[in-house]
Antibody, heavy 121, light 107 residues
Framework: QITLKESGPTLVKPTQTLTLTCTFS??????????VGWIRQPPGKAPEWLAL???????RYSPSLKSRLTITKDTSKNQVVLTLTNMDPVDSATYYC?????????????WGQGTLVTVSS | DIQMAQSPSSLSASVGDRVTITCRAS??????LNWYQHKPGKAPKLLIY???SLHSGVPSRFSGSGSGTDFTLTISGLQPEDFATYYC?????????FGGGTKVEIK
């Protein structure tokens, strides 16, 4: 059974760096084809894909946020970490991590429940 | 970026109704189209991938069709647990993009 859970601060100040951790079980990020992605959803808006990391440490980022995003993995801890620098109120959203369905194009078959992050001074 | 336009943005339906949601891509995405169901406070769920393939464990009343730029999600016989928001997502190319969502409400 695949499960994912996001953790991190619920409130950050403008200009600060957000660090979120995705802790998962039921799969290994050292297995060929596996990937974990991050997606966010501002209140009342559409989901926005942020980043994706593969089992071979290949990383992909949303071009609009690439300069501010970093995704890393710790295979031994079954964790993926996302950092987003220079936070702004427009970055307030629920942040989700998700497991990539193996093989082919990036499809997210299991998601965490999300963590709500508010950016405010 | 590929833009994904969903319609309608919301709809009201009754239990047992047949519901159809459409998603249009701004360019040809072949069949790289996925559908998700999302309920407030819950993890989004994958329903359909590759336009028409039913994800494991998803009831057969859900079906998907289409190719190129126009896609459809159909719920045949709406159940109480189906009231939720539905999103399409293209996985043809990066950046991955989602539609704006369709909220299915109880009539």
């Amino acid at each position: 059974q695949i499960t994912l859970k996001e953790s991190g601060p619920t409130l950050v100040k403008p200009t600060q760096t957000l660090t979120l951790t995705c802790t998962f079980s039921g799969f290994s990020l050292s297995t060929s084809g596996v990937g974990v992605g991050w997606i966010r959803q501002p209140p009342g808006k559409a989901p926005e894909w942020l980043a994706l990391i593969y089992w071979n440490d290949d990383k992909r980022y949303s071009p609009s946020l690439k300069s501010r995003l970093t995704i890393t993995k710790d295979t031994s801890k079954n964790q993926v970490v996302l950092t987003l620098t220079n936070m702004d109120p427009v970055d307030s959203a629920t942040y989700y991590c998700a497991h990539r369905l193996g093989g082919g194009s990036p499809i997210f078959d299991y998601w965490g429940q999300g963590t709500l992050v508010t950016v405010s001074s | 970026d590929i833009q994904m336009a969903q319609s309608p943005s919301s709809l009201s339906a009754s239990v047992g109704d047949r519901v159809t949601i459409t998603c249009r891509a701004s360019q040809n995405i072949i069949s790289y189209l996925n559908w998700y169901q999302h309920k407030p406070g819950k993890a989004p769920k994958l329903l359909i991938y590759a336009a028409s393939s039913l994800h494991s464990g998803v009831p057969s009343r859900f079906s998907g069709s289409g190719s190129g730029t126009d896609f459809t999600l159909t719920i045949s016989g709406l159940q109480p647990e189906d009231f939720a928001t539905y999103y399409c997502q293209q996985s043809y190319t990066m950046p991955l993009t989602f539609g704006g969502g369709t909220k299915v409400e109880i009539k």
